[in-house]
């Protein structure tokens, strides 16, 4: 009978053991962020929005997203992981931007 119990579980444990990667796969697998233009914020406020919300953005590169947002409509912020990515998409929306993620 303790035969039996070992086989009972033992499918349960290897199809847990099969999800676990593809969620982790999903959580880790790159996104990016979008910046979008808007005719409402100052550009300077962008800027500085951009590097308040995203960690490691400098004003060099903070000015180079927003003047692509403004010429090209969007504009790629950072790549990371889902979790990341609706972190930094929250923080520039509560600045009052426009922003989305998408998969990489």
Request: net charge negative; hydrophobic share 35%.
């Amino acid at each position: 009978m303790a035969v039996e119990t070992e086989t009972e579980t033992r499918p349960e444990i290897e199809t847990e053991q099969r999800e676990e990667p593809k969620v982790r796969e999903s959580l880790l697998r790159p996104w990016s962020v979008i910046l979008h233009n808007d005719d409402h914020n100052e550009m300077i406020y962008v800027v500085r929005c951009l590097m308040k919300s995203v960690p490691n953005l400098g004003p060099r590169r903070a000015t180079q997203i927003m003047f692509e947002a403004h010429n090209h409509g969007k504009a790629v912020v950072t790549t990371c992981p889902l979790e990341l990515a609706e972190l930094y998409r929250d923080r520039l929306e509560s600045c009052g931007l426009t922003a989305t993620i998408e998969k990489a």
